[in-house]
């Protein structure tokens, strides 16, 4: 498996975002059945309430060489029947989506925009990265920058109060919220052109922030509204960009600042080992919160890969002793729970899971933190209280570890002392197994 992480297709990263657009229906083209099934299963278990198309390659098709004629009929058919804003069409890792020509496809139908989204398995090894190329695809497709410009366009998955709180702090330093992507409309990304500026508040997005940059000529600023440096640096790097007053933005982001610093010696962590693994590339800003809050966390692990809009953040964590472990896999960060004795662990579900076999709080990060603003002083005092909590019910965990410590024969013998006692050839000859 090598030193990428054990998790499901990252491919799905790209679907779930592109299914909850509301005026798109995605396109999922691979070589067998297993894929859209897979996608289609996951995405309802995420609330999708979505289906995902398909042309329904089959070994025959492929044989024939008729699936990009299957996929362009398909494409034209839903156009013009059901005529959404947009058609992404998503080719998945297998090697016999790789040479067909998809260049060929038409731009658009009507008003539909028919877009490619590649995602081939041999570069695109996490969600994060996935999110990224969707970005990227339809940043790409978008309308010539208009001259007049104005506003931040909010780029990452955030909590749905987020970009209100974020648009009233830059009220009060002369400007605002001009769109957030991903985003449940084709509309929110054609907004982009008339945003001054780029704020990715996630440090993956930068194929897509990259090619706004080359494209559109838009600047972008790096970071995001979280613990006491980076919301108060955040504010700052808005001034010069958007040409606003700078002695405002300084009053205003200072304090906001000393709102963030009250809020945490609210929910202090001193003293704390947490182990924080992610893949989204959130997980930055939240090593940085509890940094913050005196807690001591020796390493980042996280999926992503080092790319540009991770270096401030990654020197600022170096500076307070984290370091930060790109790509890494589900084996290292079972090694590393040896290193010390942590009181805490923020990470996936099999993380979770083995340190609290070993007595250790542990909070699920995609499900508990992920679904948490961050963002100012709310949302640090928030994520701070969870972790608080967490820790207090030190004792909880210390009876599950004292379970999975028992022999081998703990769980035979709690299943004995309840479990009718049956013949079990009997059993299986009653219930025709045998």
């Known amino acids: 498996m090598g030193k990428q992480p054990s998790s499901m297709c990252p491919a799905f990263g790209a679907v779930r975002n592109l299914l909850r657009m509301e005026d798109a229906m995605p396109i999922v083209i691979s070589s067998g059945d297993g894929c859209l099934y897979g996608h289609t299963f996951v995405a309802h278990f995420y609330v999708a309430n979505r289906p995902i198309y398909s042309p329904g390659v089959s ?20 156009a013009e029947k059901h005529a959404p804003a947009l058609i992404p069409i998503c080719s998945l890792c297998v090697s016999d989506t790789v040479g067909l020509p998809f260049d060929l496809l038409p731009k658009q139908i009507g008003n539909t925009e028919i877009v490619y989204v590649p995602l081939p398995a041999y570069s695109v090894h996490t ?8 970005v990227d695809s339809l940043v790409w497709r978008l309308p010539p920058q208009r001259k007049t410009r104005a506003g931040v366009n909010l780029i990452g998955e955030i909590f749905p109060s987020d970009p209100i709180k974020i648009d009233e702090v830059l009220r009060k330093i002369g400007t605002h919220v001009n769109t957030h992507v991903p985003g449940p409309r084709w509309a929110d990304y054609v907004a982009m052109v008339d945003g001054a500026v780029n704020a990715p508040l996630h440090p993956f997005y930068s194929e897509s922030v990259k090619r706004m940059k080359m ?18 640096r955040w504010i700052l790097s808005l001034a010069e ?14 304090e906001e600042r000393d709102r963030v610093a009250a809020a945490i010696s609210g929910h202090r962590l001193d003293g704390l080992n947490v182990m924080v693994a992610g ?67 923020i990470g996936t579900t099999p993380l979770c899971a083995h340190a609290k076999e070993l007595g250790i709080p542990a909070i699920y990060y995609t499900n508990a933190i992920a679904t948490r603003s961050m963002m100012f002083a709310d949302g640090a005092a928030d994520v701070l209280a969870l972790v608080t909590q967490t820790v207090a019910a030190k004792g909880r965990y210390d009876r599950i570890a004292r379970f999975f410590a028992e ?28």
């Not at 000529?217 to 440096?229: H, T």
């Not at 013998?413 to 059993?427: F, G, Q, V």
Request: aromatic content about 10%; hydrophobic content about 45%; proline content about 5%.
């Open 215 to 232: 494209k559109q000529g838009l600047p972008f600023v790096e970071g995001a509204p979280v613990g006491i440096d980076g919301t108060y």
């Open 127 to 134: 969600h994060a990265r996935a999110k990224d190329i969707v």
């Open 241 to 254: 960009p958007l040409k606003l007053d700078p002695a405002i933005v300084a009053r205003v982001a200072t």
């Open 59 to 78: 070994s025959e098709v492929w044989a024939k060489g008729s699936a990009f004629d299957e996929l362009r009929a398909m494409v034209y058919e839903m």
């Open 407 to 434: 022999d081998e024969t703990a769980l035979e013998r709690t299943y004995t002392s309840w479990a009718p006692k049956i013949d079990l050839t009997e059993h299986l000859i009653a219930n025709q197994a045998i």
């Open 279 to 345: 893949y989204e590339g959130h997980e930055f800003l939240l090593v940085r919160l509890l940094i913050e809050a005196g807690a001591n966390v020796p390493y980042l692990s996280t999926a992503v890969s080092s790319n540009p809009l991770a270096r401030e953040e990654e020197a600022w964590l170096g500076e307070h002793g984290c370091k930060v472990l790109y790509g890494a896999n589900f084996e290292d960060e079972i090694a590393a729970l040896t290193d010390r004795p942590y009181d805490c662990v």
